[in-house]
């Protein structure tokens, strides 16, 4: 059996029916689940060492609690073992305290299967987790003039957004996830002259198949099985104002027949009701994929793509603009710093340096989560290269299967000035121990031995350089 099908968890719950649910959604990628009532029970599992635990997962997490408790006594206990909090709670104060008490992620319920086995593959990856409840929270609505970036490309696709946003016809965002097309959409609502009327948001990818209808056009009393109440869908929700279909790809065939006909005649129809409501609603849609291919492919009706692509937006990817990074990180920031429990940081050179060569393939959403873990954790006045080992570690590390030799900037250290004279040999050792720290992680020990010096050496040498929060 390979690595993948033998991934273990350990999920501290005293919830069996919650327990069931977990181990259910954890089984479809190959997780086995083992369960604990309390800390000490979970303890007592991972020191008997008969099974390895990959992730622990924390149910019900509280500050202050017997599972704030839990998730100290087991940091202490075993520091490199991946945390993840499962929690009710949403506010970005719960989030900071989790992540200052040693948690790798923090997942707000409901949790979306995907979700939580993203996020239980980067945990037992190593690698940083997305904090996307966080990235919602921070999200505020921005007009065309307020957001950030002057890339070409980027500020082309806002002027045509910009110019649609005065019309009532549908728009079309295409864009890889991440890149803000929800803030494309929310500009182009503000812009409006129905900004006054509400912005109604469905993310078509986490409605389940059977329920989409229901939950696009709303349904009748006792119209299926579970339809105990009259529901009005997000058409009728919107009347007069705009509905953004987020991921609208995802939606299922027969709903694209009855979108298409909302899109020709503005009539919806409950499902259960004989009764046709006439609505006026604008449309903006948004996909991470390509709908013209997947209209080749025959996944989308053709119609109903030339209906919402009647203005179409491509947002560039971040990795295609680095030059907005530097502005796009204090913008960010200082929306951070509006958050309770962080404060205003500032972030050095060599940060904004590393930033600036990473590939960023979640784009602005990975760099703010980037950003916003980072605060979390940062001691001093300002974000420093050591504030991302994960980021150095993955922006340095070699492709797999090739060496560093072959790999164009592998070391990342750059020896010569812009005028073409020789960097200093301090500048330069600088530069070699923080790769060095970002591409072990932090590991100490092992920086120390892969550079061919004591720890104790090391540690003089990060007080000469000026090299702050390296350990």
Known sequence: MGREAARALLLIDDEPAQSRLIAAMAARAGWKTFTARDGDAALAMIENGSTPIDVVLLDCWAPESATGNTLSALRVAHPNLPLVILTARTSVAAAVEAMRGGASDFLVKPIAPDRLLAALDAAANGKAGELRPMAEKIG?????DEIVGSAPEFRAALAIAAKAARARVPVLIEGESGVGKEVVSQAIHA??????????TVNCGAISPNLVESELFGHEKGAFTGAFDRHIGKFQDADGGTLFLDEVGELPFDAQVKLLRVLQTGEIQPIGSRAVRHVDVRVIAATNRTLADEVAAGRFREDLYYRLNVVQVTIPPLRDRPGDIPALTRHLLSRIAQQPGL???????????LLMTFSWPGNVRQLQNALFRAAVLCEGDALTFGDFPQI????TAPAQGRSAQNVPNAGGVTLFEADGHMRTLEDIEADVIRLAIGHYRGRMTEVARRLGIGRSTLYRKLGELGIDHAA
Request: hydrophobic share 45%.
């Open 140 to 144: 505020t609505l921005l007009a065309f």
């Open 343 to 353: 404060r205003g940081l500032g972030i050095t050179d060599d940060a904004l340096k």
């Open 191 to 200: 812009a409006s002259p129905r900004a006054r009327r509400s912005l109604i």
């Open 392 to 395: 150095a570690y993955e922006a």
